[in-house]
Nanobody, 128 residues
Framework: QVQLVESGGGLVQAGDSLRLSCAAS????????VGWFRQAPGKEREFLGAISWNGGRTYYSDSVKGRFTISRDNAKNTVSVQLNNLQSADTAVYSC?????????????????????WGQGTQVTVSS
């Protein structure tokens, strides 16, 4: 089982950017497809995007496409998400999740149940 830890969150102003990272321990992250989700207070968990185990495929929610970018560095055992032009509506806890290789497709990438391992999340707060 892989353990995931997110980092990079914080308090920023509207229009700023952040880069969040998801680091793995226990097993190499290169064995897993990885997704990013967020959850704001009082709201359901929201899918942001996902990347395949080798970085060959990426999927994004329409709500963040063009503004958020997911990448991975398997040599460093990390997956990152670049958050640009942040707005107050982006305030949430951001979490990464890992699924077995080839498990994530265009049809299930946005389903939390498709992922077996989750990090604790990192808080992103955007002030307007």
């Amino acid at each position: 089982q892989v353990q995931l830890v997110e980092s990079g969150g914080g308090l920023v102003q509207a229009g700023d950017s952040l880069r969040l990272s998801c680091a793995a321990s226990g097993r190499t992250l290169s064995r897993y497809d990885v997704g990013w989700f967020r959850q704001a207070p009082g709201k359901e968990r929201e899918f942001l995007g996902a990347i395949s185990w080798n970085g060959g495929r990426t999927y994004y929610s329409d709500s963040v496409k063009g503004r958020f970018t997911i990448s991975r560095d398997n040599a460093k055992n990390t997956v990152s998400v670049q958050l640009n032009n942040l707005q107050s509506a982006d305030t949430a806890v951001y979490s990464c999740a890992a699924a077995n290789p080839f498990a994530i497709t265009n049809y299930n990438c946005d389903v939390p149940g498709s992922y077996a391992n989750w990090g604790q999340g990192t808080q992103v707060t955007v002030s307007s």
